[in-house]
């Protein structure tokens, strides 16, 4: 999945995708799939009960075979296309619905920050980049009935089917859990989602640093990047850096600012262009809030500076 086409993406809410606010569950052909690269706000599980075909969630790209189960984060980009044919089930839930514990304590931008054995129904989702959830036909057998439970249930909605749906939902997920236990709980000590977000922001850095002259540049543009909604990538961005977005990127512009007037001799008007600023007296006003000292001033004090060194090797190198 490219960049670009993550630039573009779109972040569904409950609503649009599910005919309930909590929950929902479709076969392939309750609804038309999704055909371009995505994000959601909610939870979703995919299982593919017939046909191949390959799963884009985040920045990796692998096969999807029958057989094969796939636990969707909220804001995490992702496309699995559904070929002619082919069978599927997607649900679709709140971060309630599956936690009610957790709801309004935990932010569901944080959930990846919750130990595992503290919620292991949640350990598919964190580390479903790190492993493919591909289920034997043992497994199958045993989930295929619970699914039609579901869906039976789903579609009626008579007293006491919230508890019996998330009594399933858990029962899938906990199959899959114990199949892949030993992975799980290994990716999980090796702390691997942290790992993840590192790398995350370091494809971040890469981007904003090489558009710091762009007026593309923004906080959409660097999610896409990332392969994250630009909501999950401002958070984490706060989160890791204690900055917003745009204090990041500012710190980025000036320090550039700062090497190209140090070494530079250009006019000051085109170091502004450089760094992303169109208006030179807005570019001094942010460099004078930053630095102390407005950019002449900063070059002046540099070539002083290096005037001095200079003199100052060339008395010490004199016979």
């Known amino acids: ?31 038309p799939a999704i055909e371009e690269p995505h994000k959601h706000e909610y939870f979703q599980i995919q299982i593919n009960l017939g046909g191949d075909t390959e799963q884009h969630i985040g920045g990796v ?40 514990n957790t709801s309004g304590i935990v932010d569901p931008l944080d959930l990846e920050d919750v130990a595992i054995t503290q919620a292991p129904e949640l350990a598919p989702f964190r580390l479903q980049e790190y492993i493919d959830f591909i289920l034997e036909d043992a497994d199958l057998a045993e989930i295929e009935p619970v699914l039609a439970r579901m869906l039976e249930v789903n579609e009626t909605r008579r007293f006491g089917a919230t508890a019996l749906l998330r009594g399933y939902l858990l029962q899938l997920i906990g199959i899959v859990c114990q199949r892949y236990a030993d992975q799980l709980l290994r990716l999980s000590s090796r702390n691997v989602q942290r790992l993840g977000r590192q790398d995350a922001l370091v494809r971040v850095d890469r981007h904003v640093n090489a558009h710091l002259a762009s007026d593309a540049l923004s ?7 990332a392969f994250l909604s630009p909501n999950y990538l401002a958070h984490l961005i706060k989160k890791e850096t204690g900055r917003t977005f745009v204090e990041w990127v ?24 450089l760094v992303g600023y169109r208006d030179e007296a807005y570019f001094s006003r942010r460099f004078r809030r930053s630095v102390g000292q407005s950019p002449s001033e900063f070059r002046d004090m540099h070539r002083s500076a290096g005037q001095r060194n200079g003199g100052a090797t060339a008395r010490k190198g004199a016979p």
Not at 2 to 17: D, H, L
Not at 250 to 267: G, M, V
């Open 219 to 225: 906080l959409t543009s660097a999610a896409a990047a």
């Open 250 to 273: 500012t710190e980025r512009r000036i320090a550039r600012a700062q090497d190209l007037l140090a070494n530079d001799t250009r006019r000051i008007k085109d170091i502004a262009f």
């Open 1 to 31: 999945m490219k960049a670009s086409q993550a630039a573009v993406s779109r972040t569904y809410a409950m609503p649009e995708r599910s005919d309930r606010l909590d929950f929902y569950i479709r076969d392939q052909a309750s609804r």
């Open 61 to 100: 790209r692998r096969p999807f075979p029958a057989g094969a189960v796939a636990f969707i984060l909220p804001h995490r980009l992702h496309l699995i296309p559904h070929p002619a044919r082919s069978r599927f089930i997607v649900i679709n839930f709140t971060q309630a619905f599956l936690r009610a």
